[in-house]
Nanobody
């Protein structure tokens, strides 16, 4: 069992920055591929980006590539999402998720463990 807790959300102006954290407990953090998803009102949950077990490989949705950066600290059992140049369309609830699947999947259905989410609101 893996327990995930997000933090760091809030209200920010467009072109501002936020850093989200995802703290984990339970089974070995380093054995999971970790990703961030987001869900805006009335929309489906979408993949934002992810990082493989070792932290050496990442993947991002086109909509955030070049603005967001994901990292993980396996010694601290924590994953991070640095969000820069935020846009109003980035407004959503952001979730971290863990999977033991091979590779770095973008499908939410392949992630077994989820956090409760943290709200990010970007004002124009």
């Amino acid at each position: 069992q893996v327990h995930l807790v997000e933090s760091g959300g809030g209200l920010v102006q467009a072109e501002g920055s936020l850093r989200l954290s995802c703290a984990t407990s339970g089974r070995a953090f380093s054995s999971y591929t970790m990703s961030w998803f987001r869900q805006a009102p009335g929309k489906e949950r979408e993949f934002v980006g992810g990082v493989r077990r070792s932290g050496g490989s990442t993947d991002y949705a086109d909509s955030v590539k070049g603005r967001f950066a994901i990292s993980r600290d396996n010694a601290k059992n924590t994953m991070y999402l640095q969000m820069n140049y935020l846009k109003p369309e980035d407004t959503a609830v952001y979730y971290c998720a863990a999977t033991s699947a091979i590779g770095l999947p973008r499908s939410a259905a392949l992630y077994r463990y989820w956090g409760q989410g943290t709200q990010v609101t970007v004002s124009s």
